[in-house]
């Protein structure tokens, strides 16, 4: 499949929080899986016992959309709104991989990085990587799952154990990715 294809919405998560505006999105949300394909993640959010939701489901092959742009998915429990104002994107894959491994996935990072810059376009959101001090302080960008709880930890430190999530993964291969978020929304500026 093109990794300019649209996602097939053969499977429709179950968890939402109802909707939102569109304008209220300000963060592309990257997570990982924990799952070798798209379809078997896209498959799990159908079941009620899943617990969560996301928007894009991507691996190597396919894409699979389970919500809607206006819905609100249970992504990623945060103390500042991360579901509510982010876009999720599921990816295969493991975050106990290492960059290697990440990066022999080149299709899959890809297809992410291009859905990643057709959201950030669609929602005005400016295609650099935000950190969690940047989510505390309401920067709009691209983040993964382990800022978000980097960011509730420092946030609501009360309640750090609601926040346990380091997807996708200490080597992720960030600064390689966030380039090829750049180049694909240049491509889609002109």
């Known amino acids: 499949m093109d990794i300019k ?16 505006f569109l304008s209220s ?6 997570h990982d ?13 159908t079941n009620p016992q899943s617990g969560g939701s996301a928007h894009l489901c991507i691996d190597d092959e396919n894409c699979f ?35 290697l491994v990440w990066k022999s996935h080149r299709r899959q990072m890809q297809r992410v990085a291009y859905k990643t810059a057709v959201h950030c376009k669609a929602f005005y959101i400016p295609p650099y990587f935000v950190k969690a001090d940047g989510l505390l302080a309401g920067k709009r960008g691209v983040t993964t799952h382990a800022e978000v709880t980097a960011a509730s930890k420092k946030d ?35």
């Open 5 to 20: 294809a649209p996602c097939s919405r053969k499977y429709r998560a179950v968890h939402s929080s109802g909707t939102r």
């Open 25 to 30: 999105i300000k963060w592309v949300v990257i």
């Open 33 to 45: 899986e924990e799952a070798k394909t798209a379809e078997s993640a896209a498959i799990w959010f």
């Open 65 to 99: 959309r389970t919500l809607d742009n206006n819905q609100i998915p249970w992504g990623a429990a945060s103390s500042f709104g991360a579901n509510s104002y982010g876009f999720h994107i599921e990816q295969a894959g493991y975050s106990i991989w290492s960059t």
């Open 156 to 190: 609501d430190p009360t309640h750090s154990f609601r926040y346990t999530h380091t997807d996708p993964g200490l080597f992720w291969p960030r600064f390689w990715f966030m380039k090829l978020v750049r180049s694909y929304f240049a491509e889609l500026s002109t």
